[in-house]
């Protein structure tokens, strides 16, 4: 996606550590107008490698909420995301799986009801980022738990230099990325792919 490689390139900023702060067009700052075109460019992609059976977009709590709604948008389908806390009011059966996260360096854990994920569903995961796969590993995790059938993973920026892709792979399924980064200058800086 062109415009989305061309926002890389001018406002994300590389911090070291496999961290690239995307925050002004991402998971912080969104623009509306780029967001909605990244759904569609998801739902288009999806469409094309067979994925358009979809029946729900699962995400993970923040920063994946936005890809996912706009993508759930493009659709017409339902969005669930995973909750990091347990709330009080969740009574039900509940799917969870637990992942690390890049940037706050400990494990969460993920919840989804089971009444929002059952085993007739075909599903897609929308995340913001493809890096170490932890997070997209435990979605994919609570997906299996339900029964319900994964049909596609998708995620707007992916961090080749994590090798996450390579953990995926092996479920079979579409594997999109709007947008691959990878580092050079070893690696002080990154490149847009």
Request: aromatic share 6%; glycine share 8%.
């Amino acid at each position: 996606m062109k415009e989305l490689k061309e926002t890389i390139t001018a406002k994300a900023e590389y911090l070291g550590d496999g961290i690239l702060k995307a925050d002004s067009f991402v998971n912080h700052q969104l623009l509306p107008g780029l967001s909605t075109r990244m759904g569609k460019a998801f739902a288009d992609r999806f469409r094309e490698q067979g994925a358009g059976s979809a029946t729900k977009i699962v995400t993970a709590e923040v920063s994946g909420i936005a890809p996912a709604l706009v993508t759930a948008q493009a659709l017409d389908i339902p969005m669930v995301f995973a909750r990091k806390k347990k709330p009080a009011f969740m009574k039900e059966t509940l799917y969870e799986a637990s992942a690390t996260s890049r940037t706050k360096g400990d494990d969460v854990t993920l919840y989804i009801s089971s009444r929002y994920l059952e085993p007739d569903d075909k599903v897609i995961i929308v995340d913001d980022f493809l890096a170490t796969a932890s997070t997209l590993e435990a979605l994919v995790s609570i997906v299996k738990q339900s029964g319900a059938q994964l049909i596609g993973i998708g995620c707007i920026i992916e961090k080749v230099f994590e090798n996450g892709r390579q953990k995926l792979d092996h479920l079979g399924i579409p594997i999109i990325s709007l947008a691959q980064v990878d580092l050079v200058d070893s690696g002080r800086t990154f490149t847009v792919l």
